[in-house]
């Protein structure tokens, strides 16, 4: 019931508005001061969000350390990129964080979802169990992780093996995805459960009296309806992992192969005091979040 | 066998219902319940180590219950560490963004909602735009602008740039959508002022939404690091975040983990408590986010 509300986006922002009456000079003044509270926004926004995203594009052209002025260097910062191994092991990291977190993540919680698409007495107590990680702050939890990851912690001791977790090049990124996965499956599964609610209930009762047996209404009538949320899960899905930080901070520094782009971008920004070598890794993680949402997008518009 | 018989012909009349196989249902709970009790065990396992003595942690092979109860762990914190002073910055700071947010995106929802000026539109997608845009993307020069504004390790650093946001726009601009103009003219009519009309009429009635956002904006905040690590680094400025990151890197011996125990719950517990009282509007925060993008 709590789910009902969800996803009214696209349809009332498109719907048109009624044609404006013929301004007059009190309309127009009325106007003015309905412009006048968007400002504080307006300026808000100019300032910390606009004006940085122009920034970033111009000091990715530069050498700057902040102190003194920038210098001119062209795209040497993106040539230097392209033949760092750290930069692109950077990359790497990202990347095996986001399918491997992410991949599990959502699967996880469309299952979950399905299971739990019920009002049977119970069940709202069994979401809350995998809600909660969503409420809980993420150094919180990477703090609480890296006890269960130590070799004597409870991961360990429960599948009874002797995992150096954290302190190996093979199992450091590993570790990490697992905590993630348990950070992150129940904000997934409260996308989906919302998803499901918004199916209407005769479609499945229809199929059912068609005589659809309920795997044949999961594959053809559940999951097909699924689709446009499976898409927005999976672009928030890459976006969140490409800003992850924390755990890795908490959990490893970045070490054994679990340095992240974002903790890239921190360590040549704020370590080595390049803000414009780290304002071109900026524009690239940029670029490359527009590409992967502009192809899922694609993606859920030919198969609508 | 003669009751079998008697009782079969009952069956087929019963409706095809998705209460048809009750017991399938029980199992399927049963099961999300067992793996719900996996994801419970790691906040139960950091809860009873947060009060072992600090030799039994990591004791293999491992017992959950301390051999004695050692409450007093979780005053740790506040005596080897200015934990105090982390909680009552991330509460500072927490609380004044969630407010400011409120009101600057309460203000531009309206606006966008109920005025029809030029260049209207054109702001409201400029806003939408920037969702597009994580701080990940736009910290550097974002730090810069604060370094050059003077705000590095102050208040106003960690606050201001933070005081609106795009997604509370767009809900309060949803919200306020709904608003039938009938009752803002009739206000008009009745010679209220602009400002009396959105604090009289608008904002009584979108209370819950407000609160939707206060409660996405506190938790989001609560869990923010990156920024707080940039602009509030120094012994007065540190949030619960950075202060439990430094915390644990000069805690690495198994001798600081029932504090470090204590401290993350400590932490963690006023989102989980606001979560556990407002499940609603933290489910519908969370929706509301998937609804945009």
Known sequence: ?304 | MSAAVAQRPAAPARPVSRRRRPVGRVVVLLLLLAGGLVFASVFVYAALSAVKPADEILANPMRWLPSQWLWSNFALPFQETPFARYYLNSTVVGVSVTVLNVITCTLAGYSFSKFTYRGRNVLFLVVLATLMVPLEVIYVPLYALVFDLGWVNSFAGLIIPSATSAFGIFLMRQSIDGLPDELLEAARIDGAGELRILWNVVAPMMVSPMAALALFIFMTNWDSHLWPLLVGNDAEHQTLPVGLAAMQANNLGSGGIPMMMAAALLALLPTLLLFLVLQRKFVEGITMTAGIK
């Open chain 1, 1 to 304: 019931m709590a789910l009902t509300r969800t996803a009214p986006g696209r349809a009332r922002t498109a719907r048109a508005r009624p044609p404006a009456p013929a301004a007059s000079g009190w309309r127009r003044r009325r106007d003015a001061v309905g412009l006048l509270f968007a400002l504080p926004a307006l300026v808000l926004f100019a300032a910390f969000a606009i004006y940085p995203m122009l920034r970033v594009f111009q000091l990715s052209l530069y050498d700057y350390n902040l102190t003194s002025p920038p210098v001119w260097v062209g795209l040497d910062n993106f040539t230097f990129l392209f033949g760092d191994d750290r930069f692109l092991a950077s990359l790497g990291a990202s990347l095996f964080y986001v399918v491997v977190t992410y991949g599990p993540a959502v699967l996880l919680a469309l299952v979950l979802a399905l299971g739990l698409n019920t009002r049977m007495r119970g069940s709202a107590f069994v979401r809350l169990m995998y809600f909660a990680p969503v409420a809980t702050s993420w150094v919180a939890v990477s703090v609480i992780w890296r006890l269960v990851l130590q070799p004597e912690g409870l991961l360990n001791q429960t599948l009874n093996t002797d995992i150096p977790w954290l302190t190996s090049s093979t199992w450091a990124k590993w570790a990490i995805a697992i905590a993630a996965i348990w950070k992150e499956v129940g904000f997934f599964l409260i996308i989906f459960l919302a998803g499901l609610q918004n199916i209407p209930k005769d479609l499945q009762e229809a199929a059912a009296l068609d005589g659809a047996g309920s795997l044949r209404r999961l594959r053809y009538v559940t999951l097909p309806l699924l689709k446009p949320i499976s898409v927005v899960v999976l672009v928030m899905a890459v976006i969140r992992g490409f800003q992850s930080f924390s755990p890795q901070v908490v959990l490893t520094g970045g070490s054994f192969g679990t340095e992240v782009i974002n903790l890239f971008v921190y360590k040549t920004a704020f370590a080595s005091a390049r803000m414009g070598r780290a304002s071109a890794v900026a524009v690239l993680m940029f670029v490359l979040l527009l590409m992967v949402t502009f192809v899922q997008l694609r993606a859920l518009r030919r198969s609508a």
